[in-house]
């Protein structure tokens, strides 16, 4: 018991330092003013512990979430929408990258609801990432888009009376043509394209130390 009951300890301590760093990323992240919080089980009784104990103690675990400053806090589980839940994976990703041997991540939907500032932030974050796994990308933000060390570009299209998808690795001219359509549609002019330029050329030098 008593070692189970330290271990519960140390777990609850990592805990609270856990919260902090969340919320942090959240807040870069664009969820100001999310509260979460590890809630644990009590500890049980002496005539209760080996019904309750395994080889990793006796606490049970939930993650809780507030999205929204004065709100109750809830299970995440059951509130967080699909591009929040991205976003939080993310955070975790940016704390536990140097812990974790996982070799691919997948984000999708992660830019629901964001842009600006906020969108290159994201971007960073997933360059952050990147660096200890391999991140696969579904997005429609120029900002992500310039971040990726390598593009695809997906696109369906009528052939007879059929729906085609296709799959087009981009060179370095495709994806400066794809940066800048997503940045200002169909009307693709110069300076679109210097600009496109220039947000890839801020990514290269963010990702080189530089930026």
């Known amino acids: 018991y008593g070692y189970a009951q330290k271990l519960s300890e140390k777990r609850r301590a990592a805990a609270k330092k856990f ?35 395994s080889p990793e103690g006796y606490d049970k675990v939930e993650f809780l979430l507030s999205p929204n400053k004065g709100e109750p806090l809830k299970p995440l589980a059951k509130i967080i929408s699909g591009g929040e839940m991205s976003r939080f994976m993310l955070a975790i990703k940016n704390i536990t990258a140097k812990i974790e ?48 060390d390598a593009n695809m ?25 794809e940066v800048a359509r997503l940045m200002g549609g169909k009307n693709i002019g110069e300076y679109s394209r210097l600009h496109a330029k220039e947000m890839i050329d801020w990514a290269k030098n963010m990702k080189a130390g530089r930026g």
């Open 19 to 53: 919260e902090g760093e969340i919320e942090a990323q959240l807040n870069d992240l664009g969820m100001k003013g999310t509260t979460f919080r590890v809630d644990f089980n009590g500890a049980p009784s002496l005539e209760e512990f080996s019904s309750s104990v």
């Open 153 to 177: 570009l997906i696109a369906k299209s009528v052939v007879g009376e059929r729906t085609e998808t296709r799959l087009t690795v981009l060179d370095e001219n495709g994806k400066t043509e």
């Open 101 to 148: 041997k996982i070799p691919t991540m997948v984000f999708d939907e992660i830019d629901i609801g964001i842009s600006g500032g906020m969108a290159q932030m994201v971007a960073v974050k997933l360059a952050n990432v990147s660096k200890d796994y391999q991140c696969i990308v579904i997005t429609h933000l120029p900002q992500i888009c310039a971040m990726a």
